[in-house]
């Protein structure tokens, strides 16, 4: 009286279908996950931010020091 429906199965296959299919995106897995392992970015040494922070500081250093020449 009081059992929930359960949902349908049905056991639907493609007309067109094959094994080859299947296959194909093993094979299209494998080359992204190889794809995507070697291409890593590596960041450079120059826009890194304790790169940029150092050179910002060095910029305001040397600006304070030019500036004592010109007084």
Do not use: H
Not at 12 to 33: H, V
Not at 37 to 60: D, E, H, N, Q, V
């Amino acid at each position: 009286m009081f059992n929930q429906r359960k949902n349908k199965r049905f056991n639907y296959k493609p007309r067109f279908q094959d094994s080859k299919e299947k296959e194909s995106r093993d094979d299209l897995e494998t080359k992204w996950d190889k794809i995507k392992g070697t291409t890593k970015r590596k960041g450079s040494l120059l826009t890194s931010l304790p790169a940029l922070i150092i050179m910002l500081l060095s910029l305001f250093i040397l600006m304070y020091i030019l500036e004592g020449y010109i007084k």
